[in-house]
Structures are given as structure tokens and as C-alpha cells.
């Protein structure tokens, strides 16, 4: 007879399970049971770990059993239909209720589907984006929790206690009900797309444009951290760049394929904003740089077309280093505030009450894009929780307005010199869109409307017009309005 003694349990049993595993046994108050299909993995964490006080299971009878009421379980299987097998032998073996939390990166729109389906049999299902990699598992990752408020009062204590603390808070909050936590964690992954592709541009910048080694850059890079750039992402680029490959001596850089995989995060992310209508250009651009890279033929075939005939003119290599500093600074703060307008939009689309500030806080520490700015973005929203697009922010246009003729310098030298900068490019475009006073939508407009009789609007009258284009008759008519 097993005894209820566990106040959390954890299926799945890879690396991020077992790590979380860990990182619960450790906070004082919690005891972890745990469960995996194969039973070695179970017994080698077991072994390994003494010090956890697991309490291990075979079977998903006796996992329920050791788990006391209301039971708790986080699931950390590979997302898709793995999550739904586990979910079916949960939902068999725990009561009305009960808590089954997804910490997988799942479609937000399975979680959707998964939390009506289990809440029909009376028990709570969560869906929580679980943020930073195999060591923020361990040590304190950034938590997107969704589901109802009843599963975030058991919940809730049990993931502060896990989570990363940023500026003595704990990087957890109730995002939103049902799918509201994973589309978060969907954002998150689609601004580090777009955070990971803009720095490796500046890379690629300053390689080509200065001819210094990666292992010079590396040093740039870890200075850029010492100041308003300093993030997760900039440290760990420092790291890769100054490493050496055991086998030939190398930079490891140049030895790694250079085809960027995906596992999905990033797709999902711009596939929704087009469906919301938010343009995520950063993010998008980031996601198709992988996707060029992974075409080797097609990269193969146009190796030979013509490039420009001048290379990049750097006079002054320090001058070209602060521009490209600065390019990236403004180019972030974009794909930061393209990735909270589709939070905003996603939030009113499907219903969820989601706090932006809250969730710039939750993502100060643990997660891969913590950084420094994001205590600037906390501000921002807790100044003015209506704040239509986060670059209006005064200290955001701030930053802008000082970094933009550097910004310019760069993209313009890029396309000159035939260097791919997609996001950097996409960034300023979008910025010149956003703010300008006209744009060419208008001829767009009237187009649709000579072609397919689609109306436009006025700049000067309310309702619906056509035009007669044909020959010399160009009268406007109304449609449906008083005019
Ligand atoms: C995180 C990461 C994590 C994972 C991504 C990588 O927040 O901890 O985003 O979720 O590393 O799935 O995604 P890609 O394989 O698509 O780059």
C-alpha cells in the first residue's frame, strides 16, 4: 500500500523532467513523486539523486496513490501526442479535483482543446511554458501558468516556490485561463527567435565589416553585457564565440553547419500574428533567416550570382562596432514590442485577462530573452498599463532616438556591401512604417478598388466609396452610408 506522502508529482523523466524534479525536491515543504514509461530512467534519477527523497513509481495506479489530495502532477514529455497519452492515464487514475499541469512547449490551441476535454471529467488541466533551458529547470526557470484560478490556488505556492527570482520576486504568475500561459510562452520563444537572428546579424556584421576573429568578438560581446544590452542571450553568444574546436583548432563557429534547426515555437508565433493581423517582422524574419539557411541547394545554386562590387567601408572599426551596438538595441526593443502587440491581440481574441507588466516582470529572470531593458519594460507598463505600442514609451523612444542614425548607417551599409541583415532591415522598416504620417496604403487601396471594386474610405468624409475608374469617368459613389 503506497502512501499519499508526495505533494507534487512530475511524469516524464528526460532532462527538463528530471530537472524539475530536482529543483522541487529542493525547496523545503515539497515532496516529489516521480514517474517515467521506462521504468530505468525512474531508477537511475533515483540512484543518482539520494538527496531528493523521490518517491519513485512503476505504474500510474501507484502514482496517483502516492500523490496526497488534491493530487498534482506536471507532465514533461516531448509536446503532441505523448502529452495526450499521459493525460489519458492521468484523467484514469486521478479524481475531480485533481491538477494536471503541461509544462511542455505546447500549441496553445491543444491546450485549449486538452483543458475543456479534462475539465469535463472535473479535473483541472494547466498548461504552463516553462522557460530557460535544462539549467533554469534546475536552478529556477520562468513560468507561464494558465488554467483556472481554483488549480492556481494549489498551484501557485508550489511554482513560486521553483521559479527564478528577479528583484526578489519570483518569475511566475496566473497568465490567463486555459491556453492564455503556453501562447505566452509561444511569444517568448518567437522574441527569442527574433533576439537570437539580430545578434547573430551583429556578429556577422562586425566579422565581415571589421575582419576581427570570433574570439575578438566574443570580448565585444561580453562588454555589450556589461551595459543596457546585458541579457541571457549576449552572455552565452560571448561563450560560443570564444570557443575552440578540439579537433581542428578552430573557432567552433566556423565548424557549425550553418543551418539553424527549429523545433516549431517560432512558426507557431507568426503563423498566429498573421491570423491576428500584428505584424511580428522581427520575429518573422528571423524564422525564415533559419529557414534560407536550411536550404543547401538553392544556397548552393545562387553561390555564384553577383554580389556588389564594393565590400563594407569601415574607416573606423570602433565607430562601426557602437553603430551595430546601437542597431541591435533598437531592433530588440521592436521585436519586443511586435511580441507584446500579438500578446495583446492573442489576449483579446480568445478572452484572456493577461497584465503585460505582469509578464514583462515574469520574464526578468529564468527564461532564455531575460535581460536587463526587460526592468525597463515592467516600468513602462506599470506607468501605463494602456501603453498602445511599447516603443511610444518615453524611455523606449528615448533609446530609439538616439540609436537611429547608427540604426540607419547599418542597414544602409549592409545592402551596400551585400550583407544579409533581415532583421535588422525588417526592424527599421517597421519603425519607419509605425510612425509615419502617410503611407502608400492609400495607392494599395485604390488599386483593390480598381481591380476588384473593393472600396476605400475617405481622409474626408465617413463611408464607403468606389470608383469608377474607366476611361475619363472617375465619380465617386457611395455604398451604405449617407454620402
Ligand atoms: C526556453 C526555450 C526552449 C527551447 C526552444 C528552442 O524558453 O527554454 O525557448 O523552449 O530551447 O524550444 O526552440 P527551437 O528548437 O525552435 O530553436
Known sequence: MVEAVANIGVVGLAVMGSNLARNLASREGNTVAVFNRSHEKTDTLLSEHPEAGFVGTTTY????ASLAKPRTAIIMVQ?????????DELTKVFEPGDIIVDGGNALFTDTIRREKAVRETGINFVGAGISGGEEGALKGPSIMPGGSAEAWQTLGPILRSIAAIAEGEPC???????GAGHFVKMIHNGIEYADMQLIAEAYDLIRRGTGKSPVEISEIFTEWNRGELESYLIEITAEVLKQVDAKTGRPLVDVILDQAGSKGTGVWTVQN???LGV?????????FARALSSKPEQRAAASALPGPSSTVAVDDPDAFIEDVRQALYASKIIAYSQGFDAIVAGAEKYGWDIKKGDIAKIWRGGCIIRARFLNRITDAYAENPGLVALVTAPFFTDVVSKAQDSWRRVVAGAAYAGIPTPAFSSSLAYYD???ADRLPASLV??????????????IDSDGTFHTLWSGDRTEIESEGSSH
Open 61 to 64: 495506479d501507484e502514482f496517483a
Open 79 to 87: 509536446a503532441g501526442r505523448g502529452t495526450d497519452a499521459v493525460i
Open 172 to 178: 511566475v504568475t496566473h497568465v490567463g485561463t486555459d
Open 273 to 275: 500574428a498573421l491570423d
Open 279 to 287: 505584424p511580428v517582422s522581427g520575429i518573422a524574419e528571423a524564422v
Open 433 to 435: 512604417g509605425l510612425r
Open 445 to 458: 487601396q485604390g488599386q483593390r478598388d480598381f481591380f476588384g471594386a473593393h472600396t476605400y474610405k475617405r
